[in-house]
């Protein structure tokens, strides 16, 4: 498949054509990314991802997700060999999951439901990595049309409002139906799939509430995103409720995050050690992720408190860390799998309606697993 060319698109392509033929790039050296050429050029990267297109449809160019574009040849093909079938552009007719890491068990759970989806539907699935590389996450996505992917589901790490903003408008400019995984852009035209958040949070409180707790706080970061954001208003909903007070030395709402996917408890434990000291007469700590709450059952440890009887902690994910802990942790099970599996369906659909019809945000609901800390 030849993307449409535009007049930009042919005038880039002709110049980085003329620079291969006249081996600027040899034979083997992989090209510039092209995040790199579009600001050489003052375009967009798709744009860029157009005219290596064309490149690779002529047989010059190789081009591979996480190596880069790799040069083929320095001299053209004949007709004869361009026509050559498997020659140039590739089509996939796939769907294509993006993702940040298989190392953080939501993410990867979440993956595994819609492979499962995929599977059953007998359509052939492209799984992207990133990391925590919001550029390569831009790349991925701009150079999705070339390969025939029909649409893509997107499981995003934002990390900064910058990277929000540019997020946003790749949703916006894209090409192909897009689906969001546990995180909801408002107002961007972008169906998502994300946990009932505002249940979660509610869910805990409550139960804290229902064990004769009244000073119970909230501990967070990513604040700024919907979904955390969700969860505390479940938090503040339920002590509302209870007319319990939640004097602001209790609610700790950190807006950054900074995933160590290596080391996820190690930024939770220093932020944990901050919030008890500050909040040092709670009886009971809502935290809005597993990995925080075991930030915070380290802090305690640390200073002495016993958990449950000087201190409850619950968390939110039910990962596999939190029933493993030296005190097994009450959480919310977050059904990751069936989000992801979700993914799929609305993915299909949009895919099947060509991204026409109501834009949805389902929401799952998860339930309270109990256990030592809470």
């Keep these: 498949m030849i993307p449409t060319a535009s007049k930009k698109v042919r005038n880039i392509h002709a110049d980085l054509r003329e620079r291969v033929l006249a081996c600027e790039w040899q034979q083997g050296e992989t090209l510039p990314t092209e995040l790199e050429l579009a600001e050489r050029?003052?375009?967009?990267?798709?744009?860029?991802?157009?005219?290596?297109?064309?490149?690779?449809?002529?047989?010059?160019?190789?081009?591979?997700?996480?190596?880069?574009?790799?040069?083929?040849?320095?001299?053209?093909?004949?007709?004869?060999?361009?026509?050559?079938?498997?020659?140039?552009?590739?089509?996939?007719?796939?769907?294509?999951?993006?993702?940040?890491?298989?190392?953080?068990?939501?993410?990867?759970?979440?993956?595994?439901?819609?492979?499962?989806?995929?599977?059953?539907?007998?359509?052939?699935?492209?799984?992207?990595?990133?990391?925590?590389?919001?550029?390569?996450?831009a790349e991925y996505i701009s150079r999705l049309s070339e390969f025939h992917v029909r649409g893509a589901v997107v499981y995003p790490k934002i990390l900064t409002p910058e990277d929000q903003?540019?997020?946003?408008?790749?949703?916006?400019?894209?090409?192909?139906?897009?689906?969001?995984?546990?995180?909801?852009?408002?107002?961007?035209?972008?169906?998502?799939?994300?946990?009932?958040?505002?249940?979660?949070?509610?869910?805990?409180?409550?139960?804290?509430?229902?064990?004769?707790?009244?000073?119970?706080?909230?501990?967070?970061?990513?604040?700024?995103?919907?979904?955390?954001?969700?969860?505390?208003?479940?938090?503040?909903?339920?002590?509302?409720?209870?007319?319990?007070?939640?004097?602001?030395?209790?609610?700790?709402?950190?807006?950054?995050m900074h995933p160590n996917f290596a080391d996820p408890v190690r930024e939770p434990t220093e932020l944990a050690r901050g919030y008890l000291a500050q909040a040092r007469s709670v009886e009971g700590v809502v935290c809005n992720t597993d990995f925080l709450a075991l930030g915070i059952l380290q802090a305690a440890r640390e200073l002495g408190l016993r958990v449950p009887d000087d201190l409850r902690v619950t968390g939110i994910d039910d990962y596999t860390l939190a029933s493993k802990s030296d005190i097994p942790l009450t959480t919310y099970h977050v059904p990751y799998e069936t989000i992801g599996a979700k993914t799929f369906e609305v993915l299909a659909a949009r895919v099947a309606n060509r991204g026409i019809g109501p834009v949805a945000d389902t929401q799952i609901r998860g339930e309270i697993v109990i256990r030592a800390s809470a």
């Design 165 to 256: 903003a540019a997020f946003s408008q790749l949703l916006v400019s894209a090409r192909f139906p897009m689906v969001l995984a546990s995180v909801n852009l408002l107002g961007l035209g972008c169906p998502s799939v994300t946990v009932d958040a505002f249940h979660a949070g509610y869910t805990m409180t409550r139960h804290l509430i229902t064990q004769g707790l009244k000073k119970i706080g909230f501990f967070s970061n990513g604040a700024g995103s919907v979904s955390m954001r969700d969860r505390y208003l479940g938090y503040r909903k339920a002590m509302e409720e209870a007319s319990f007070p939640m004097p602001a030395e209790w609610v700790f709402l950190e807006p950054t």
């Design 41 to 137: 050029f003052g375009c967009s990267p798709n744009t860029i991802a157009k005219a290596m297109a064309l490149l690779a449809h002529e047989g010059l160019v190789e081009r591979r997700a996480r190596a880069g574009t790799r040069i083929l040849r320095n001299t053209p093909l004949s007709d004869a060999q361009s026509a050559q079938p498997g020659e140039g552009g590739v089509e996939l007719d796939a769907f294509a999951f993006i993702y940040p890491s298989e190392q953080h068990e939501g993410i990867w759970r979440t993956v595994q439901g819609f492979q499962a989806a995929a599977h059953a539907s007998d359509r052939r699935a492209v799984m992207l990595t990133t990391g925590n590389d919001y550029r390569k996450e």
